[in-house]
T-cell receptor, first 115, second 108 residues
């Protein structure tokens, strides 16, 4: 397995502001992914964070709203911009350890509430 | 990636086997079947995965039908701590797309 540190673990924010979520992994990984889990819902993939290039976004998600950085093989950030109450969700970072046994390993997430 | 269909919820008695079905009739030859679970307020946890053959590990067994159009996750002796949402995912690439999953409630 891996150790994924996600910060902050939770936050309460005002609408119109932005929050940057950090994801730190204790080993170098090629693939990092960001998911969103709205209240009572399943996980939705936001984007793939690519090291050294722009993130690849899924349908319905855009860079202006969810800018992502991936400066190296152990770290990534997701920013939720110009927040509204609809952005209240759990945001999860996950990594592909490149092992046959476990496809993706997940952090414990960031609980975001927007007032 | 192929879509999956799972029952919305299931109940299981503590100590009994929990059998969670998943239909993936459009699965293609290079796609694996993955199972994850999510206990409340935690990130998803990997359980098991397989391609064609049945698989077993310390957590569960995965039974895949010969035509690969469906599979069953078996928790041999369910405990209260196995209460969670269980996701069956089919993927041939790097991404995992989660469906709605099955809420498994283990009852004493």
């Amino acid at each position: 397995s891996a150790v994924i540190s996600q910060k902050p673990s939770r936050d309460i924010c005002q609408r119109g502001t932005s929050l940057t979520i950090q994801c730190q992994v204790d080993s170098q990984v090629t693939m990092m992914f960001w998911y969103r889990q709205q209240p009572g819902q399943s996980l939705t993939l936001i984007a793939t964070a690519n090291q050294g290039s722009e993130a690849t976004y899924e349908s319905g998600f855009v860079i202006d709203k969810f800018p992502i950085s991936r400066p190296n093989l152990t770290f990534s950030t997701l920013t939720v911009s110009n927040m509204s109450p609809e952005d209240s969700s759990i945001y999860l970072c996950s990594v592909d350890l490149g092992r046959a046994r476990e496809k993706l390993f997940f952090g414990s997430g960031t609980q975001l509430s927007v007032l | 990636d192929a879509k999956t269909t799972q029952p919305t919820s299931m109940d299981c008695a503590e100590g009994r086997a929990a059998n969670l079905p998943c239909n993936h009739s459009t699965i293609s030859g290079n796609e694996y079947v993955y199972w994850y679970r999510q206990i409340h307020s935690q990130g998803p946890q990997y359980i098991i995965h397989g391609l064609k053959n049945n698989e077993t590990n310390e957590m569960a067994s995965l039974i895949i039908t010969e035509d690969r159009k469906s599979s069953t996750l078996i928790l041999p002796h369910a405990t209260l701590r196995d209460t969670a949402v269980y996701y069956c995912i089919v993927s041939g690439g790097n991404k995992l797309v989660f469906g709605a999953g099955t809420i498994l409630r283990v009852k004493s």
